[in-house]
Antibody
């Protein structure tokens, strides 16, 4: 069974950094584009970033471009999201998903002073 | 502001059918042929219900169906059940390899 498990969320001050991880199992990780999607409190789903199967292409939502970096390690079947210059409005549950048919349970990131 | 517009809420009684629309309001989506629909119960992971406009993943009930006409995609749920009460989101990829979600529709089963 395909499974994704996020980790790394927590409380961070505005301007700080955080690195999220997503461990994949039960499917061939190297054959899938991978995505990060977030949901702020009381808001809808927002696509954040994606990365091609071999890591050669990466795309970002305008709201995070220049601050977040998506990466992957196929040897470890893992996806990452390095979040820098965090803002209060980045507070959300962050989900990783492959091509949107398998989703993790999410990890909460809270940006607050 | 999302480039995919959904109604904020819809409701229906058990056994009835409802339809949720998703209208593209920009020219970013090419042929708009890669519309997906997700069911999201609060506190749980979103679940893919429909992909590529009208295809159902294995395991999704055939009470869920998708269609598209011009720039509006639709999700229809027939034979409404209490467990269908959830938030529903459409999404589509864009011509620049990014993805956009609609604002979401809260389905209430009366």
């Amino acid at each position: 069974e395909a499974q994704l498990v996020e980790s790394g969320g927590g409380l961070v001050q505005p301007g700080g950094s955080l690195r999220l991880s997503c461990a994949a199992s039960g499917f061939t990780f190297s054959r899938y584009w991978m995505n990060w999607v977030r949901q702020a409190p009381g808001k809808g789903l927002e696509w954040v970033a994606n990365i091609k199967e071999d890591g050669s292409e990466k795309y970002y939502a305008d709201s995070v471009k220049g601050r977040f970096i998506i990466s992957r390690d196929s040897a470890k079947n893992s996806l990452y999201l390095q979040m820098n210059s965090l803002r209060v409005e980045d507070t959300a549950v962050y989900y990783c998903t492959n091509s949107f048919d398998t989703w993790g349970q999410g990890t909460l990131v809270t940006v607050s002073s | 502001q999302s480039a995919l517009t959904q109604p904020a809420s819809v409701s229906g009684s058990p056994g009835q059918s409802i339809t949720i629309s998703c209208t593209e309001t920009s020219s970013d989506f090419g042929g708009y042929n890669y519309v997906s629909w997700y069911q999201h119960h609060p506190g749980k992971a979103p679940k893919l219900m429909i992909y590529d406009v009208s295809y159902r993943p294995s395991g999704v009930s055939n009470r869920f169906s998708g269609s598209k006409s011009a720039n509006t995609a639709s999700l229809t749920i027939s034979g409404l059940q209490a467990e269908d009460e959830a938030d529903y989101y459409c999404s589509s990829n864009t011509t620049t390899n990014t993805w956009v979600f609609g604002g979401g529709t809260k389905l209430t089963v009366l």
